[in-house]
T-cell receptor, first 116, second 114 residues
Framework: AQTVTQSQPEMSVQEAETVTLSCTYDTSESDYYLFWYKQPPSRQMILVIRQEAYKQQNATENRFSVNFQKAAKSFSLKISDSQLGDAAMYFCAYRGLTDSWGKLQFGAGTQVVVTP | KAGVTQTPRYLIKTRGQQVTLSCSPISGHRSVSWYQQTPGQGLQFLFEYFSETQRNKGNFPGRFSGRQFSNSRSEMNVSTLELGDSALYLC?????????????FGPGTRLLVL
């Protein structure tokens, strides 16, 4: 079974600074998909960024970028130029190809606190 | 396009009762997944429906069930409620093609069991 580990319960960052969130996963599959979701206080889950395992190039979405290390099974998220609106719980999620219909495997989450 | 909607948003029940939660997916989406979110267990996958058929199921007891209608709207039912069923229940919709496609989440239904 796949597991997703986020070892940082909380990270604090000042506005305009950069913060990196860690995520590691365990899988025996060679092809899969990885996602970062954001859950603000409203509890609405919002997709931040996604990465296909077969792509070596790291995904980027505006101020959000990932560092995907397939051999190390690591998928970290970097938030650049942090804004107050980035404050939220961030979840790393895995989706495999076997037994995967509709199923995302989530990590425990990292709470990001943004200070002025 | 309207987003994923869930009703009701809040619900209070007592132990032993049953509850039905509803989820309307984004127009054109045929897959609906359900998740339970609790402080202790985090986000856990319940089940997924596509074209009125359950394609996948998580590790939950049979008290948790669901169904999907021909218009892709989905309901989940929890019978004989237990205190531990108190949680935020999230549904997510997608086109149903698997792989990298994004799941779009609704705002959730917060269930409190007393």
């Amino acid at each position: 079974a796949q597991t997703v580990t986020q070892s940082q319960p909380e990270m604090s960052v000042q506005e305009a600074e950069t913060v990196t969130l860690s995520c590691t996963y365990d899988t025996s599959e060679s092809d899969y998909y990885l996602f970062w979701y954001k859950q603000p206080p409203s509890r609405q889950m919002i997709l931040v960024i996604r990465q296909e395992a077969y792509k070596q190039q790291n995904a980027t979405e505006n101020r959000f970028s990932v560092n995907f290390q397939k051999a190390a099974k690591s998928f970290s998220l970097k938030i650049s130029d942090s804004q107050l609106g980035d404050a939220a719980m961030y979840f790393c999620a895995y989706r495999g190809l076997t037994d995967s219909w509709g199923k995302l495997q989530f990590g425990a989450g990292t709470q990001v606190v943004v200070t002025p | 396009k309207a987003g994923v909607t869930q009703t009701p948003r809040y619900l209070i029940k007592t132990r032993g009762q049953q509850v039905t939660l509803s989820c309307s997916p984004i127009s054109g989406h045929r897959s609906v997944s359900w998740y339970q979110q609790t402080p202790g267990q985090g986000l856990q996958f319940l089940f997924e429906y596509f074209s009125e058929t359950q394609r996948n199921k998580g590790n939950f007891p049979g008290r948790f069930s669901g169904r999907q209608f021909s218009n892709s709207r989905s309901e989940m039912n929890v019978s004989t409620l237990e205190l531990g069923d108190s949680a935020l229940y999230l549904c997510a919709s997608s086109q149903g093609q698997g792989g990298q496609e994004t799941q779009y989440f609704g705002p959730g239904t917060r269930l409190l069991v007393l």
